[in-house]
């Protein structure tokens, strides 16, 4: 779970990052305190301690407050609700820690810096954005939170570092060798089959009160002397088809051969690229068929698949080592749990 979204200073974002470090957004303004048990579980209203940091119920709260309302989506009862409830408190409460050892992790380099300039614009921007340019309003979240100017400077200069330091190591594992793409192709091929599929368009003639199958075919004759003239099978859609997809030419998108009927999927896979089929009579009504695109059933060519391999194994790599170095970072520090 990521500690802090990207909402704030975008500009600065990039100028950071080209520089020395990356940026992450100002709080949002106080909420309304979600109904948990906080208060119940640190008595004291104290979390943890990380190094030299105290992280509080107040600094849990803030985190947790906009993410309630997804979990009250997600929850089918109370309990579903307050078990999910309890585990992103814990999740929340070791992002909280991390990044006070992520921040001590970036000082530990006596050159690496931020910019103060960097941080100005980011308050600039928090300002803009959440507190509507009014910098009173700014004034009274400090005061309603008990903290100084100074003190959420330095929460804004921490989450610049959080958000760098959590960048650099996922880039780290950004690098991925045509080996370990091959063999995980190799180890992975029935993720890549795949079922036979149209990309398909049609026309429909809907069957009146009075139609027999005949005057369909009649109808349907009408409509299949234009294709033999060369009109394009879309705009023969626009002008005789009865479906809801007739403003789009009949088109009906990527169709897999289970999701449709038995009579439709057998007319319709039997065409190649490009072929249209005869008329099928149903008792809905005639309908004709156009394969726009076909992609046939087995197993996607590496070559096809390799990008979205690559993006898998970048995503895991990236994963793995930052769990590593945190790990790495958690042995070296003093924390402690209340």
């Not at 990380?50 to 947790?64: K, N, S």
């Not at 006070?100 to 970036?106: G, N, S, T, Y």
């Not at 928090?126 to 903290?147: E, M, P, W």
């Not at 370990?180 to 890549?192: C, G, P």
Request: net charge neutral.
């Amino acid at each position: 779970m990521s500690l802090r979204g990207s909402r704030a200073f975008t500009a600065s974002l990039a100028a950071f990052t080209s520089l020395v470090l990356g940026a992450a957004p100002g709080r949002a303004q106080q909420k309304e305190a979600p109904p948990d048990n906080l208060n119940l579980r640190y008595a004291n209203g104290i979390v943890a301690i990380a190094e030299d940091h105290v992280i509080t119920v107040d600094d849990v709260r803030r985190e947790i407050g906009p993410l309630v309302p997804e979990i009250q989506k997600q929850s089918r009862s109370e309990k579903e609700f307050n078990e999910k409830l309890e585990a992103l408190q814990e999740d929340i409460v070791q992002n909280l820690i991390d990044r006070v050892l992520i921040v001590k992790e970036f000082y530990s380099d006596e050159k690496r810096r931020v910019p103060a300039s960097y941080v100005d614009n980011a308050i600039a921007e928090t300002i803009i954005t959440q507190f509507d340019g009014d910098r009173s309003k700014f004034l009274a979240y400090l005061r309603s939170r008990g903290i100084s100017q100074k003190d959420y400077r330095k929460e804004q200069e921490e989450d610049m570092i959080y958000g760098y330091m959590r960048q650099q190591k996922a880039k780290s594992a950004s690098t991925i060798s045509p080996v370990k793409i091959e063999a995980f192709y190799a180890e992975n091929k029935d993720r890549f089959y795949q079922e036979d599929s149209v990309h398909l368009r049609l026309i429909q003639i809907t069957r009146g009160a009075d139609d027999t199958d005949e005057t369909l075919r009649g109808k349907a004759a009408t409509v299949l002397s234009e294709l033999a003239a060369g009109t394009d099978f879309g705009d023969v859609a626009r002008k005789y088809s009865q479906d809801s997809r007739k403003g789009k030419g009949g088109d009906w998108g990527w169709q897999r051969r289970s999701d449709l009927r038995k009579e439709f999927s057998d007319a319709i896979f039997a065409l190649e690229k490009g072929q249209r089929s005869e008329p099928l009579i149903m008792p809905e009504g005639a309908f004709l068929f156009y394969a726009e695109d076909r992609k046939h059933a087995g197993v996607l060519p590496l070559d096809e698949v390799r990008p979205d391999i690559e993006r898998t194994l970048v995503q895991q790599g990236s994963r793995q080592a930052t769990e590593r170095w945190l790990e790495k970072l958690r042995r070296n520090a003093y924390v402690k749990h209340f």
